[in-house]
């Protein structure tokens, strides 16, 4: 790109862990574009994940879900129709659709920008809206590929996953933490996940948590954090309960009680993250904790936690995975079974020990 743009639009409105890992190429660009202005189009329930974040200039909120009865409903169509046209009157002159789907592509044409910019492998033909298309690395991780999006348009790559609580959500956490007397560090388990193949063999949590419990109390950690988006809580409750049997530790369940802030203060103050392949993995790189990551029919080295891939429990390891195999219930729970207790316990272990070295 010649001209320096002075007005520049993000596209990335889902999902959670995807919009905290598209973070690089918003540093990326005001690193580069220091003068123009950055805006971003997100979902409206992901917006927190970004809303404080000092390099963005306006969060434009997605209503998805209202604005899927557009079709049916005469009042909904014309709000979406309005919605369009405000972003039309943003005067873009730079887009980069980082999202590959679609409604993003769309959102990328209706802007009129002069560059377009998208990866050439998107889906559902959203490349078709860009002027600017971007060849993928063949097996590179996703925020590579979003990086080279940005350096089509002249801009320093940086891959800062940094990202930012709001202040309120921090307020919370701490008001939250005291009344459960959590004074100490503790470990935050992200054990739900709404892909029944993306889950851990129940009972495996409670092996792994009565074998680190010992190693736990010697780095003072006792308070072990159970987190979760709405409609995982009958995953976990189980899971929570086996787990306040042990006697040393002292098990909090806030599944289905946090907020998208508030999960990234939770996840902000703890001293080790366990997740499965979902946002709190990604929200702990953006926070610098460390991670312990459980994937299976998914290539952590693609869709994992960013420079992490070491700290992944891998069940597909040596398998040739396609990017939605884990929508396969069978082959997930295949993938997801060959992760032993064992190998996750020696991650944790590994974890603790450069924690007591430091």
């Keep these: 790109m010649r001209t320096v743009p002075r007005r520049i639009l993000i596209v990335r409105p889902s999902a959670f862990g995807d919009v ?10 005001r690193k580069t574009f220091p003068k123009a202005v950055i805006d971003w189009v997100v979902e409206d329930r992901w917006s927190p994940a970004i809303q404080e974040h000092p390099a963005i200039d306006v969060v434009v ?9 557009c079709w049916r409903n005469p009042k909904t169509a014309i709000k979406t129709i309005q919605w369009f046209w405000r972003l039309r009157r943003g005067r873009y002159d730079l887009v980069i659709d980082a999202q590959g789907l679609a409604r993003s592509g769309l959102m990328s044409l209706v802007t009129g920008a002069k560059v377009r910019v998208a990866n050439r492998s998107g889906r559902e033909f959203s490349w078709i809206a860009a002027n600017r298309r971007v ?6 991780h996703v925020v590579d590929a979003m990086l080279r999006l940005v350096v089509e348009v002249g801009a320093i790559a940086i891959a800062d996953m940094r990202l930012v609580t709001p202040a309120t959500e921090l307020v919370w956490w701490h008001n939250e933490a005291a009344r459960r ?10 054990a739900g996940n709404g892909w029944e193949g993306k889950r851990w063999v129940a009972q495996r949590w409670n092996e792994l948590l009565r074998e680190v419990a010992d190693d736990f109390l010697k780095c003072g950690i006792q308070d072990v954090v159970w987190i979760g988006a709405p409609g995982e809580e009958v995953q976990v409750a189980e899971l929570c309960n086996e787990a306040s049997s042990i006697a040393q530790l002292r098990s909090h369940n806030l599944v289905g009680l946090t907020t998208v802030g508030g999960t990234m203060a939770v996840i902000q103050n703890a001293s080790l993250v366990i997740a499965l392949d979902s946002a709190p993995a990604h929200l702990a790189v953006g926070f610098g904790v460390p991670l312990i990551a459980l994937y299976g029919a998914s290539q952590p080295s693609i869709d994992g936690p960013y420079q992490s891939q070491m700290w992944c429990a891998h069940g597909g390891r040596g398998e040739e995975l396609g990017r939605h195999d884990h929508r396969d ?4 729970r295949e993938m997801m079974g060959r992760i032993t207790t064992e190998e ?3 991650l944790v272990r590994k974890r603790l020990q450069e924690r007591a070295e430091s």
């Design 20 to 29: 905290c890992r598209t973070v690089p190429l918003l540093w990326s660009l």
């Design 61 to 69: 909120k997605f209503p998805k879900r209202e604005f899927r009865s």
């Design 135 to 140: 060849n993928r690395i063949a097996g590179s």
């Design 181 to 190: 007397n959590i004074v100490g560090p503790f470990v935050v388990i992200a």
């Design 329 to 332: 219930p069978q082959k997930g």
């Design 344 to 346: 996750v316990v020696a």
